[in-house]
């Protein structure tokens, strides 16, 4: 079946420290786009990727970074300058020819400051 | 910007019909986009409006007036499962596909 895989569910991050979150589809679709939500709080767009080996900031990119290598690959990147990481960040991609332009979600990965 | 405007909270008995309201503020706009949230999960698209009017898929419509910039999601027949979040989210000119999410409405379906 196709769809969008997150991993890990959950990760634990020291001060300091970077860490990478993973995000692989087998969708083929173009865009794909990362969001950070806290709690009862909507989405907030981070970075997105609408071909490979191109990307653009979101409202919210200072402290994180992108690649975007592969079509099926889009690491996000949570750097020591995020001041406040702790959210749960969810990946999303949406296929160019579709007309209702709706984005199929990842599970997530729950992100704690430890 | 963009900003959207959705109520934080809707409560209703199972059986019963909700209108979760959203009003918009946008440069650009291309249309209102529904997602529904359980607890710790995954976002799932619900329904895509361009142009004015409702758009009916089973137990869930949507509709937008573009003058208005204002739009609704239906919920028909509640069931205890659909007890969720629900985001409003515009597709601007920003970018192609882009879009700005509300900040959710909790719908709690009590028995």
């Known amino acids: 079946d196709g769809g969008i895989t997150q991993s890990p569910k959950y990760l634990f991050r020291k001060e300091g420290q970077n860490v990478t979150l993973s995000c692989e589809q087998n969708?083929?679709?173009?865009?794909m786009y990362w969001y950070r939500q806290d709690p009862g709080q909507g989405l907030r767009l981070i970075y997105y990727s609408q071909i490979v080996n191109d990307f653009q900031k979101g409202d919210i990119a200072e402290g994180y970074s992108v690649s975007r290598e592969k079509k099926e690959s889009f690491p996000l990147t949570v750097t020591s300058a995020q001041k406040n990481p702790t959210a749960f960040y969810l990946c999303a991609s949406s296929a160019r020819q579709a007309t209702n332009y709706g984005y199929t979600f990842g599970s997530g990965t729950r992100l704690t400051v430890v | 910007g963009q900003s959207l405007e959705q109520p934080s909270e809707v409560t209703a008995v199972e059986g019963a019909i909700v209108q979760i309201n959203c009003t918009y503020q946008?440069?650009?706009?291309?249309?209102l986009s529904w997602y529904q949230q359980h607890d710790g999960g995954a976002p799932t698209f619900l329904s895509y409006?361009?142009?004015?009017g409702l758009e009916e898929t089973g137990r869930f419509s949507s509709f937008l007036s573009r003058s208005d910039s204002y739009g609704y999601l239906l919920l028909q027949e509640l069931q205890m499962k659909d007890s969720a979040s629900y985001f409003c989210a515009v597709r601007h000119s920003g970018s192609a596909r882009q879009l700005t999410f509300g900040s959710g409405t909790q719908l709690t379906v009590l028995p």
């Open positions: 969708l083929n679709h173009d865009a």
């Open positions: 409006n361009a142009l004015d």
């Open positions: 946008t440069s650009g706009f291309y249309g």
